[in-house]
């Protein structure tokens, strides 16, 4: 397993918890960092505020984004990592109950490399986190390496 | 115009003038040719003619001399001093015989020398002629001649023959005597008593007298005459220089085939003995002379031997040739000179009087033509009649009108073309008219009729002109029809009263009236009396339409507009009734001027009370609607947020109650029993219907948001794709589907596939008690009365008695145990095909399988 993070977007704690339950079912062992909010997310994505001094080039393995988040929306988070010459190439993977069509659309054009709906099934969700996980943590070489 | 007509008639006389000329002076020229050549020819005969008694007097000169050269020769050797010297040989004799030789070259001055030779070609006597003075050559002096070829030639001719030399210049000493001396010598063989031949006879004639004798012919003929040897070479020439060639080194060249060409010479040579040559050097006259053979004076044969041949020539150069003919030539140019410039003054005359005559012709003929054409294309009747009122012309417009021919009007009294009931006056309104004859114009009477030969009427208008000829007076009477005119008059009276009526009827107020102070109306119709409250029109144009404005501001706007644009159009103003009644009143109204130049308005005005209520109340309700859409359209966004909110927020809690009793089910079941796992067991479960129930219901709720997208949608391909993918889902199920091919619809191709998606598995889910084989669904169309789509199975089906809650939300007709499913599937359908425009129904029993049917566009369809 790659030593990398993994940055976890989500501002609902039983999702945090779920999230971080369906990861370990799946025996990933990353170390996860959440951000609750969006202002939080970028402040660690660009090594500001509580994250001052952070390397920024120091990627996370993937980006697990909720898109209705406090202060800034997971939408508008998406496009400032797109709008970074740093860190543009970053893997963001949205992550939602969202199934609203217009989401999804606008995850995609925004340049979102994944989009998973949380599914209500536990069960589902863990083999959806399974495979998140199979593809960005192992298969998936990001540009940086 | 005139300039034009002056150059064409100027091209015109040039061309006639030139036509006529030309062939004039080429007949002149071609009579004064003929008169050239005549007198070429006859020049030529006539010079020809001369030149040849020219020739003929040379030869006879010639032969005249030879003649008596010859007689010389055979005197000398038959002379009997030198027969007796022969026969003696003594000394005496020989002094006879010198003294006779002595005397006849003395006498004949013709020989420079006369010489006897013996046999042997020994000089015996020999007498030499100096400046015309002859002596005898003494014995010692003289010379052996016999190595000479005239002694061998002459000692070896018979008697009486005479060898002649060629004719050359003497040679003293090796070179050429000068001053030259021509010569000619001529020897005979002289014979004795006893027939022995015993020497010769030697004469050298002075040539220059036979030249001097041609000489002399040549002064009286117009040309040269020359003496030419057989070898071309001149002995008698154009110029001293030029004669005797063949003596001299340099004058090889010298030779008349050499100076005039070969061609004449060989002509000269082989010819005709005498014969002329005219080319471009001129003409020569030649006649080949042989002063052995031409015996022209004598018929006694004199024997010449040698071969000798001259010609004689005359020529005449181009130049005397045309000296002759010069003058002639300058008499034609003279004549013609002269007769030229008469031709061309006789053809400009004959051409003027020409021109003039066909000018005169033309001009007469298209007068006539034109008086003619005026008449025939007058557009009135015109007929003249004479005195006594007899028709004598009538043009083609009366015939027209009237009826009849020209044949059969003229000579006929005019009264033919009158009604019968006035035929017995109009003798005595003619007399009248006689009596005091002056032109009346047309109309300027009473209403006249015309009669046509059927004996039909039509009205006229006449007037008459009389016209003094030599014929008597005549009296013209253009006649028009006015028949025409008086139907033009009464379809326009008619025009009138319907456009009066057609105004006077129409339910708006038409009027006209001028923009002055008072502006009273000039026309008004019914209805203006009416919408002012008129008791009469006449009461309404009494009234100034200024004090009808409820603001005089409002008519001088009015005023204002109409002047400045010409026209107005719906112009709303407040305006009162002559009963003091308020009402707004729509103008229309265009600027015109009479032909006086005053300004004046036509318009219409309306009575717009009425209108302008059912427009505020529009108004109203339409601003009554713009708020409810507003809320409308805010409780819209509402509903989305609600559903965004809905599709978020809802799910979350139930993640986690499922999410936390899966955690309890896994880490905790060894500390739950039964009862309590199956509990979570049901709390999930019930988490993971709501969730469910809360997609579907976003759903619907979006089928309701969404705007259509029209467009061609291959309904048979969407049932094929839904099928086909129900089949991966569960590919131990055998159905048997069958999808009519060809189903193009017209609708949202997202929602029409949400529709199939739902009926077939529907189809799909009620099918699934049947052993497989026996499970079938069908799509297709009927084409009854509508388009209607159907998708059939024979599955559970339902009873028909809960048909009315098919397609209502949450309505459901299975138990859940038995069909799984939230029951908005088919009111999320019925949505559809409501937007659609379509509906709905479905036919079934229970276990006999069921039909939904539904159509889409219907209105569209219906409207095709």
């Keep these: ?145 | 115009m005139t300039s034009i007509l002056k150059s064409t008639l100027t091209c015109q006389f040039m061309f006639r003038f030139l036509r006529l000329l030309i062939p004039l002076i080429l007949i002149l020229v071609a009579v004064l040719w003929y008169l050239y050549r005549t007198h070429m020819t006859a020049t030529l005969m006539i010079m020809q003619v001369s030149e040849q008694q020219s020739i003929q007097l040379a030869s006879q000169t010639v032969d005249a001399v030879f003649s008596v050269l010859h007689g010389d020769a055979l005197y000398l050797a038959e002379n009997s001093s030198l027969q007796q010297w022969l026969d003696t040989g003594d000394s005496i004799s020989r002094s006879h015989l010198n003294a006779d030789f002595l005397a006849f070259t003395q006498s004949r001055k013709l020989y420079d020398q006369v010489r006897f030779l013996d046999e042997h070609g020994q000089e015996v006597v020999r007498v030499n002629l100096n400046e015309e003075q002859s002596e005898v050559v003494t014995e010692g002096e003289l010379q052996t001649e016999n190595d000479r070829y005239y002694v061998e030639n002459t000692l070896a001719l018979n008697e009486r023959d005479v060898f002649m030399s060629s004719f050359d210049l003497n040679i003293e000493r090796g070179t050429i005597e000068h001053p030259i001396k021509p010569t000619i010598r001529l020897s005979t063989p002289v014979f004795d008593n006893k027939g022995q031949r015993r020497g010769l006879i030697v004469l050298n004639y002075r040539g220059q007298r036979l030249l001097n004798h041609l000489r002399v012919i040549a002064d009286k003929s117009p040309g040269s005459l020359w003496l030419l040897n057989k070898k071309g070479y001149w002995l008698l020439g154009p110029h001293p220089n030029m004669e005797w060639g063949f003596m001299y080194p340099d004058r090889q060249e010298m030779r008349f085939d050499h100076e005039y060409g070969e061609t004449i010479w060989l002509a000269m040579l082989n010819g005709p003995q005498i014969s002329h040559w005219l080319d471009e050097k001129g003409l020569f006259t030649y006649a080949r002379i042989t002063p052995t053979t031409s015996k022209l004076a004598s018929k006694e044969p004199e024997n010449f031997v040698g071969n000798e041949q001259w010609i004689v020539v005359t020529y005449i150069p181009p130049s005397n040739i045309n000296a002759s003919t010069i003058g002639h030539v300058r008499n034609l140019i003279n004549a013609f000179v002269v007769l030229a410039p008469l031709l061309a003054l006789l053809s400009g005359i004959i051409t003027y009087h020409d021109i003039r005559r066909r000018q005169a012709e033309a001009d007469a003929r298209s007068s006539e033509a034109r008086y003619r054409g005026l008449l025939e294309s007058a557009p009135d009747g015109i007929v003249i009649a004479d005195e006594d009122g007899h028709i004598t012309m009538a043009n083609v417009q009366a015939e027209k009108w009237f009826g009849y021919t020209q044949n059969e009007l003229i000579g006929q009294p005019i009264e033919k073309l009158i009604p019968e009931r006035f035929r017995a006056t109009h003798p005595c309104h003619r007399k009248n008219y006689l009596a005091n004859p002056v032109a009346r114009p047309m109309g300027a009477g009473l209403e006249l009729h015309g009669r046509r030969s059927d004996g039909s009427e039509f009205p006229v208008e006449i007037s008459l002109s009389p016209l003094e000829t030599n014929q008597g007076l005549l009296v013209t009477s253009i006649i028009r029809d006015i028949t025409a005119r008086k139907q033009a008059e009464k379809t326009q009276e008619q025009t009138k009263l319907r456009y009066e009526k057609l105004v006077n009827n129409l339910p708006v107020g038409v009027y006209r009236n001028k923009p002055n102070k008072e502006g009273k109306f000039l026309e008004v119709n019914q209805a203006m009396a009416d919408i002012f409250e008129a008791e009469s029109i006449e009461q309404l144009l009494a009234h100034p339409f200024s004090e009808s404005y409820c603001n005089p501001v409002d008519r001088k706007t009015f005023i204002d507009t109409v002047i400045c644009h010409g026209h107005i159009h719906d112009h709303e103003v407040l305006l009162k009734t002559l009963q003091g009644r308020e009402f707004y009143a729509s103008l229309t109204a265009v600027m015109k001027k009479d032909i006086t130049g005053e300004i004046y308005f036509d318009g219409i005005l309306q009575d717009i009370s009425e209108r302008r209520e059912g427009k505020r109340k529009i108004e109203q309700l339409n601003e009554n609607l713009h708020t409810r859409s507003m809320k409308l359209e805010a409780i819209n966004q509402e509903l989305e947020a609600f559903s965004y909110s809905v599709s978020h927020d809802l799910r979350a809690p139930l993640r986690a109650i499922d999410g936390f009793s899966r955690t309890l089910l896994n880490e905790y079941a060894d500390r739950l029993d039964g009862k309590g796992q199956d509990r979570l067991s049901r709390i999930r479960a019930a988490a993971q219907r709501m969730a469910n129930l809360i997609d579907d219901l976003l759903k619907l709720s979006r089928v309701t948001r969404t705007e259509l997208k029209w467009k061609s949608v291959d309904l048979t391909q969407l049932a094929s794709e839904v099928l086909e993918e129900l089949r991966q889902d569960e590919p131990e199920r055998m159905v048997q589907f069958s999808v009519q091919p060809g189903m193009i619809a017209h609708g949202d191709a997202h929602l029409l596939r949400i529709v199939m998606d739902n009926l077939l598995s529907n189809a799909w889910k009620f099918t699934n008690r049947h052993s497989d084989s026996e499970a079938r669904i069908e799509v297709g169309f009927n084409l009854d009365d509508n388009l209607t789509y159907f998708v059939r199975d024979n599955g559970a089906g339902f009873d028909m008695a809960y048909a009315d809650k098919l397609f209502g939300a949450f309505q459901r007709l299975h138990d859940n145990s038995e069909f799984s499913g939230t029951g908005i599937g088919l009111a999320t359908v019925q949505r559809i095909i409501h937007k659609h425009g379509g509906h709905i129904w479905a036919n079934s029993a229970v276990n006999q399988g069921a039909v939904f049917y539904f159509t889409l566009n219907e209105r569209e369809i219906a409207n095709e």
Excluded: C, H
């Design chain 1, 1 to 145: 397993m790659s030593e990398k993070a993994i940055l976890l977007v989500e501002d609902n704690p039983d999702d945090e918890l779920l999230t971080l339950e369906a990861l370990e079912a799946n025996r990933i062992g990353n170390n996860v960092i959440v951000a609750r909010n969006g202002v939080e997310a970028l402040d660690f994505l660009f090594g500001e505020g509580a994250y001052a001094g952070r390397d920024v080039m120091d990627w996370p393995a993937v980006v697990l984004l909720d898109l209705k988040l406090p202060k800034i929306d997971g939408l508008e988070v998406l496009r400032r990592i797109r709008a970074d010459e740093r860190i543009r190439q970053l893997p963001v993977v949205i992550l939602t109950s969202s199934n609203e069509e217009e989401d999804r659309l606008k995850g995609y054009t925004l340049g979102a490399n994944s989009y998973v709906r949380k599914p209500v099934d536990f069960d589902q969700f863990v083999r959806a986190a399974g495979q998140l996980g199979l593809y960005w943590l192992l298969l998936n070489e990001t540009p940086r390496g």
